[in-house]
């Protein structure tokens, strides 16, 4: 069983940056392919990228390619989703996923760790 935490959700004007952590715990991350998912009010939860277990594959929705990065560093546990130019349609609670996957994984079904989620909010 692994606990995934996220953390640097917050408030940003559009055209801003910010960096959400996903603090893995219980077991070692290594072992998953991890994945970012949203879901704004009033939609189904999206996906948004995923990184394999060596960190050499990853994936992005074309909503966010060439302005988010997914990354991890498995020694400390943690995967990163580096947020850039956002935009007020990128509001969402973010989601941190595992799955017992090497691969990097888009289905969500696939995924079998989740954690709570960190708010996003891109104001105009």
């Known amino acids: 069983q692994v606990q995934l935490v996220e953390s640097g959700g917050g408030l940003v004007q559009a055209g801003g940056s910010l960096r959400l952590s996903c603090a893995a715990s219980?077991?070692?991350?290594?072992?998953?392919?991890m994945g970012w998912f949203r879901q704004a009010p009033k939609k189904e939860r999206e996906f948004v990228a995923s990184?394999?277990?060596?960190?050499?594959?990853?994936n992005y929705a074309d909503s966010v390619k060439g302005r988010f990065t997914i990354s991890r560093d498995n020694a400390k546990n943690t995967v990163y989703l580096q947020m850039n130019s956002l935009k007020p349609e990128d509001t969402a609670v973010y989601y941190c996923?595992?799955?017992?996957?090497?691969?990097?994984?888009?289905?969500?079904?696939?995924?079998?760790?989740w954690g709570r989620g960190t708010r996003v909010t891109v104001s105009s």
């Open positions: 996923a595992g799955a017992s996957s090497s691969r990097a994984v888009v289905a969500g079904s696939r995924y079998d760790y």
């Open positions: 219980g077991r070692a991350i290594s072992m998953y392919g």
């Open positions: 990184i394999s277990r060596s960190g050499g594959d990853t």
